[in-house]
């Protein structure tokens, strides 16, 4: 059992320290040795817990996901509460969690892991929630546009530190309208 303990506490430490890592150094220029040395273990231990550092990108990803895919799973279980606004309940946990890990975010944004980024997943969660939420295919333009708008959110979260109102999404999507028309 204390095994299992170290091997956690270690596993922690190496995400810990590649955040740290991430944080100031490019991912392309990080390697395994380095990053082994700046948690105080030796190349075999990073091995044991990762094949390599896109492994490990996809870990930390993995993390951050999951807490916004628990935001949604809460959103999508409060769906029929009628007191519940999904807007409000969003931005305000989206922005909150966002704010706090932006500069984490922002770096794990740029890992290139193609099917598996930061936004290619976060899209798959978006698609997958919206689906249920409005019961259309995921493959329909309707969810498309939604996942692009919350996807349009998280980049204007990131950037200015808070989530459009409702005024001025209305209002973008008024505009879009009489564009198209």
Known sequence: MMGDHRFERTDN???????????SV?????????LANACLIERTT??????????LAAAVIDDQLKVIE??????????????FHQYQFMNEHFV?????????????RLIPLGTNSFD???????????????SFSENSFTIYLMV?????DVDYVLNNG????????RKGLKQMNIMLN
């Open 46 to 55: 990073f091995y044991s817990h990762y094949e390599s550092l896109y492994t």
């Open 162 to 169: 808070h989530a459009p109102s409702l005024d001025e999404l």
């Open 120 to 134: 290619a997943r976060c899209r798959r969660l978006f698609k997958a929630h919206y689906s249920r939420v409005i």
């Open 70 to 83: 628990d935001f949604l799973v809460e959103s999508l279980r409060q769906h029929n509460n009628p007191n």
């Open 13 to 23: 430490e190496i995400k810990r320290t590649f955040i740290q890592e991430l944080l």
């Open 26 to 34: 490019s991912f392309e220029d990080m390697t395994i040795t380095k």
């Open 96 to 108: 909150e969690y966002f704010n706090a890990n932006r500069d984490i975010i922002q770096k794990v």
């Open 148 to 152: 692009n708008l919350a996807m349009s």
